[in-house]
């Protein structure tokens, strides 16, 4: 049963996905959701950019590896200054979207992660991002 799932869950993508004027789509209210973009007093979503100092090619390339190596991520999509991936929990198949939006102007690479499913993520969503924060400044 090792690297087996117990369960599939297909959902479809959110039509959502995307930068729209400068922006990632907005978390809805359930708190399995994290976004860059969502005002500072909600403490909930809000979740700060990660931060680059190096030129905005570099900081994409970087970005790309770390989401690359990451257990159960599968880069989707890549156009420009976006960035989408798909991340799949290892027993039960649940599908989150990461989505990454470099704003050049800002030096930050804006972030939103969020489940497809359920209410809750027991912080699962604001874990992997801070866990990439981490893998990309090293």
């Known amino acids: 049963m090792a690297g087996k799932k117990l369960f599939f869950f297909f959902w479809k993508r959110p039509s959502t996905l995307g930068v ?17 973009q969502a005002p500072s007093s909600d403490k909930q979503h809000w979740i700060e950019p990660i931060s680059f100092r190096s030129t ?7 970005l790309k590896s770390v ?21 799949t929990s290892a027993l039960m198949g649940y599908v989150d979207d990461v989505e990454f939006y470099l704003d050049r102007n800002g030096g930050v690479i ?4 969020a ?24």
Do not use: W
């Open 56 to 62: 905005p090619e570099t900081a994409l390339a970087n």
């Open 67 to 87: 989401v690359q190596g990451m257990k159960g991520a599968e880069i989707i999509s890549e156009t420009g200054d976006y960035l989408y991936a798909e991340f």
């Open 20 to 36: 729209k004027d400068g922006k990632l789509a907005p978390c809805p209210s359930s708190p399995n959701c994290v976004s860059s």
């Open 115 to 138: 489940s497809r499913l359920g209410k809750s993520d027991l912080g699962v969503n604001r874990k992997r991002v801070e866990e990439i924060r981490s893998q990309f400044s090293k």
């Open 110 to 113: 804006h972030v939103r992660s």
